[in-house]
């Protein structure tokens, strides 16, 4: 009898046990609950903590309440000066009505799908109305806030609140890029070219300018040489003079002696002359037949 009582009280336990954790449920403060009746919303949960719901009839879906973010898939677009721009965005949402978006989109997967083409409509129609020097410019965080606006009134249909949109990257198409970066590589090699010829000519200039100061320099040097030469043979000629007036028949004597040496000094030299001729006329008289005046 007992035991009969133990394994009923048991038996009620555990029923307990399993009504109790079908009943309650419990929100996390980073989400919020929809309480589902056979797959219809009833009520929506906002609160975090413990709460009751109808075991095994009612069922919880729950859904973030933290700001989501969503990267929008890149988009070309045409600016109003017909030039291409492929657009790389980014959103940030948060889920303000979850009956809404349960009703509408069902899920996340579903509303970035649908954001994607709301996003990218809006870049479309904001940007394609003004010229790319406006979308690259201190301009674009008004365009940015007209495209969130444009994307949040259409999302607000799904329970959503976009609180940014912004534009991560703007860039040109591959094929402009590469024609962009052939215009930019052909500009710096014409500027490097303008350069090196500037320093071509101006150091052609400096090498005219050093080769004048040269000729200029040796002219000038040349010149002073050919004074001092002019003066030193002036000198030489007046001792020579000096020198001549006061022995005539010594000096006479030491030309010759000159003359011999540098006729026969090789040692191989063949001359053919008159033994009485004046040249050898110092070598039979050492006064060179010149008689020495009387006292």
């Not at 320093?199 to 200029?216: F, N, S, T, Y």
């Not at 002036?234 to 030309?255: L, P």
């Amino acid at each position: 009898m007992n035991r009969g009582i133990l394994i009923g009280l048991g038996v009620i336990l555990v029923a307990a046990v399993i009504i109790a954790s079908s009943a309650l449920f419990t929100v996390h403060q980073a989400n919020q609950a929809l309480v589902l009746q056979f797959g219809e919303p009833r009520r929506v949960v906002t609160e975090p903590g413990l709460h009751v719901k109808l075991p095994f009839v009612q069922n919880v879906a729950y859904f973030d309440s933290r700001v989501l973010e969503f990267d929008a898939p890149k988009e070309e677009i045409i600016a109003s000066d017909q030039k291409r721009l492929v657009v790389d965005a980014f959103a940030r949402y948060r889920i303000t009505d979850p009956l809404l978006f349960f009703q509408t989109v069902n899920n996340e997967a579903v509303v970035r799908t649908r954001l994607a083409a709301i996003i990218n409509a809006s870049i479309r129609q904001a940007l394609g109305g003004v010229p790319l020097e406006h979308i690259i410019s201190g301009e674009r965080a008004s365009l940015m806030t007209q495209i969130r606006d444009i994307v949040n009134g259409e999302a607000s249909d799904f329970g959503i609140n976009v609180l940014d949109v912004r534009i991560k990257r703007a860039d040109l198409p591959e094929a402009n890029s590469e024609a962009v970066y052939q215009r930019m590589q052909t500009e710096r090699q014409r500027e490097a070219k303008e350069l090196r010829a500037q320093g071509a000519e101006e150091a052609q200039k400096i090498r005219a300018i050093a080769d004048r100061d040269k000729v200029v320099l040796i002219a000038e040097a040349q010149k002073q040489s050919q004074i001092t030469r002019g003066e030193g043979d002036g000198e030489a000629i007046r001792i020579f003079a000096d020198a001549f007036g006061k022995d005539v028949e010594f000096f006479a004597f030491y030309r010759s002696m000159e003359a011999y040496r540098n006729a026969l000094g090789q040692g191989d030299t063949t001359m053919v002359l008159s033994p009485d001729s004046e040249f050898f006329r110092f070598f039979g008289d050492i006064t060179g037949g010149v008689t020495a005046p009387a006292e």
